[in-house]
């Protein structure tokens, strides 16, 4: 196995661990609920609610979590974290394995 298919299964494994990431961010707002004499609402306090907000398509968007799940898409969004970094630590990775193979005769195209 070369030294750059061990690289590959290193960067693969640490991804493969990092599953299930998402990219956005996960908020806990107050709504007012749809019941007539809330006695929530009319005190003003409302009902917590989790909200996913994200980009698609170059706009913002949010998306109801249910409280099911919001531990899961938390630890979601921290994974994505994770991703971005070591997408970000690949690059200059990539141009050190460049650098410490044995040089070709032929240039670059």
Same mark, same amino acid.
């Given at each position: 196995m070369t030294n750059d298919s061990l690289t590959t299964e290193k960067w693969k494994n640490r991804l493969a661990a990092l599953w299930p990431a998402a990219k956005g961010s996960l908020a806990k707002v107050y709504k007012p609920c749809i019941r007539k004499n809330c006695p929530a609402c009319r005190s003003g306090q409302k009902h917590p609610a989790w909200l996913l907000s994200f980009s698609s398509g170059g706009k913002r968007k949010t998306m109801y979590v249910p409280l099911a799940i919001v531990a899961e898409v938390r630890r979601a969004i921290n994974n994505g974290r994770k991703v971005e970094q070591i997408l970000r630590q690949m690059g200059p990775q990539l141009i050190k394995?460049?650098? #410490? #193979?044995?040089?070709s005769s032929t240039p670059p195209h």
């Open positions: 394995n460049h650098r #410490r #193979r044995p040089t």
